[in-house]
């Protein structure tokens, strides 16, 4: 079943609703292993529930979930991390009262207990240690272990985030505005870091910077009202009309979009 053509991600026909409200109308998705996938469109467009639908935080309505061929649908949240779907969020789940080490020790831990690695009898907690400590150096956070998360700014407990998500050697990044609240140096910092990501981790990220999509994204995808409006590369997106009235309304396009970047 798992051929190279298989998409690490595939989503069939998926519906969500809230009572009255339908989040998610049919949308399908497919995305090939290894590729940078933005998911950008207004607020309220449905793009942190179709991430909570891959993570496995929301069941769906209706519709199917696929990784690497395999239907997930129904697999508790625990067991996708375990098979590399792991996910940040919108809205921050660190422990703010243990420190920005700790943080990523756990997940560290986690991992290699999942993994059954590490494991020797000596040096093993030494390596954990080590490793955690090379994940926030990756992240930009090298000399910040010791600080309680809580002490963290904005942007630099989203960067410590994304290195607990990467304890846990993720196939399937999902990134749910990992720039929200973050200063243009970290912004910057944070696109090196995406773009360095091993090649074969499939990266979905939900953005709102533009800049950053359109920099790091193989493939854009829009969202408006829960529906699925496009999917095609940077310059297309760009260029699309529809895009450019659901993505920015009445706003001025031509400042928003095509601003040059200095
Ligand atoms: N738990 C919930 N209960 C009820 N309605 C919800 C719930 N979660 C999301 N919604 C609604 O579903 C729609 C889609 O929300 P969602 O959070 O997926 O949008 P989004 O595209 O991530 O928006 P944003 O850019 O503001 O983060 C919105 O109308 C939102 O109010
Ligand atoms: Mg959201």
Do not use: C
């Not at 292993?33 to 891959?54: D, E, M, Y």
């Amino acid at each position: 079943m798992t051929t190279e053509s298989t998409n690490a991600v595939a989503l069939h026909d998926i519906t969500v609703r809230f009572g009255q409200l339908t989040a998610l109308a049919g949308v399908s998705l497919e995305v090939p292993a290894g590729q940078r996938r933005a998911i950008i469109g207004p607020n309220g467009a449905g793009k942190s529930t179709l991430f909570s639908v891959i993570a496995g935080t929301r069941r769906p309505t209706g519709g199917r979930v696929l990784v690497d061929g395999r239907d997930i649908t129904s697999l508790p949240v625990h067991r996708r991390v375990d098979a590399g779907v792991v996910t940040t969020f919108q809205h921050s789940s660190l422990f703010l009262r243990e420190t920005v080490l700790e943080n990523v020790l756990l997940a560290v831990a986690r991992r290699a207990r999942v993994a059954h690695r590490w494991f020797r009898p000596a040096g093993a907690y030494r390596d954990l240690l080590d490793h955690s400590a090379t994940l926030l150096a990756r992240v930009g956070l090298a000399g910040r272990e010791a600080l309680l998360a809580g002490a963290l700014s904005h942007g630099e407990r989203r960067q410590l985030e994304v290195a607990v998500a990467l304890a846990a050697q993720p196939r399937v990044l999902l990134l749910d505005e990992p720039a929200a609240g973050m200063s243009p140096a970290e912004t910057d910092r944070l696109g090196q870091l995406i773009r360095g990501l091993p090649a074969d981790m499939t990266v979905l990220l939900v953005e709102h910077d533009l800049d950053l999509v359109f920099d790091l994204a193989d493939e854009v995808t829009v969202l408006h009202l829960g529906e699925h409006l496009a999917t095609a590369g940077v310059a297309e997106i760009r260029a699309d009309e529809n895009v450019q009235h659901a993505y920015l309304g009445t706003a001025d396009v031509d400042e928003l979009f095509f601003e040059e970047t200095s």
